[in-house]
């Protein structure tokens, strides 16, 4: 059996047409544990709750199962804050797909996460990670794959016309990403 835990972004109250909330139920069905906890003030939130929220709800994956996480949007940036500051050790999870992380150029004009821009991108990844994007995403315009694909030399699939990967991409169901969660060879690709 595998653990996860689905980690939302900014403004996400967890809707139910969400893909998080999808893959949960999915994968709840399949009988894997599954932890999609709604994080504090999605609105406003702050960067070091959202840390002590991520080393709390870590340490509560079974540990005799596989651990895999998932991080959309500002919780991708999270998620690199968190190794950035040593919070994840090698072996924490087993593996991580980082989605849609927002670039540092745009939220400086949202300064409810400014503080949320990723950390210098100087360390080494403690797992597998593997990074999703739309070449469209508005909230990197940069390009994920050039902005932390390549300076963390994770594998980067790049999703045309897939946007912030998000219910406004029309990113509800998307059979791609349980796939990855089922088996981690799947190259993500965007919904059917």
């Known amino acids: 059996m595998t653990a996860y835990l ?32 709604q994080l504090p003030d999605p609105d ?3 960067l070091d709750t959202w840390l002590a929220e991520l080393t709390r709800h870590l340490a509560e994956l079974p540990a005799e ?30 593996r991580v797909l980082l989605v849609a992380p927002p670039s540092a150029s745009v939220l400086a004009e949202l300064p409810e996460v400014a503080e949320f821009a990723a950390p210098a ?8 990670t593997r990074l999703v994007a739309g070449d469209d995403d508005p909230y990197c315009p940069e390009g994920a794959a050039r902005l932390f694909g390549d300076p963390l030399g994770i594998p980067t699939d790049t999703l045309p016309g897939a946007a912030h990967l ?10 791609a990403v349980l796939d990855w969660c089922l088996d981690p060879e799947v190259r993500l690709t965007p919904r059917r």
């Open 6 to 37: 689905i980690l939302h972004g900014y403004q996400n109250h967890r809707p139910h047409d969400h893909w998080q909330h999808w893959l949960a139920d999915r994968l709840n069905e399949r009988g894997q544990h599954v932890s999609y906890p």
């Open 44 to 46: 406003d939130p702050d």
């Open 65 to 94: 199962e596989d651990r895999v996480v998932l991080a959309h949007s500002a919780s991708a940036l999270l998620w690199l804050h968190a190794v950035s500051r040593g919070l994840v050790k090698s072996g924490a999870v087993d």
């Open 121 to 128: 991108l100087d360390f080494t990844l403690p797992n597998p």
């Open 166 to 175: 998000d219910l406004d991409a029309g990113y509800g169901p998307w059979p």
